[in-house]
């Protein structure tokens, strides 16, 4: 009933920026915390950022100052602006959600992700 589409990921060259955005589309009632997470060839998914329906963030260590996380809630849009790339940022890209679906006759949520989107950082 829940659909996130990804889009920006490609090809950056060192220092350079991107834009990564997440539209959540189908049927719920709200959408609750959003996040971006990635995985890079050999090593466990990680969480880069997150941000409540509220705007509050919290970012990885390593990406903090140069990336950053907003929301349009009337888009039902999450992006991820990443600036000074480097090529340890080269991963796939996935965005996440937590869903409120419906509220009768029980209130039900889920967590959802997108497909993936491929960043890469090389020169």
């Known amino acids: 009933q829940v659909k996130l589409v990804e889009s920006g990921g490609g090809l950056v060259q060192p220092g350079g920026s991107l834009r990564l955005s997440c539209a959540a589309s189908?049927?719920?009632?709200?959408?609750?915390?959003m996040g971006w997470y990635r995985q890079a060839p050999g090593k466990q998914r990680e969480l880069v950022a997150s941000?409540?329906?509220?705007?509050?963030?919290d970012y990885a260590d390593s990406v903090k100052g140069r990336f950053t996380i907003s929301r349009d809630n009337a888009k039902y849009t999450v992006y991820l602006q990443m600036n000074s790339l480097k090529p340890e940022d080269t991963a796939v890209y996935y965005c996440?959600?937590?869903?409120?679906?419906?509220?009768?006759?029980?209130?039900?949520?889920?967590?959802?992700w997108g497909q993936g989107t491929q960043v890469t950082v090389s020169s």
């Open positions: 189908g049927t719920f009632f709200t959408i609750d915390n």
């Open positions: 941000i409540t329906p509220g705007g509050n963030t």
């Open positions: 996440s959600a937590d869903v409120t679906i419906a509220a009768y006759p029980t209130q039900t949520t889920g967590n959802y």
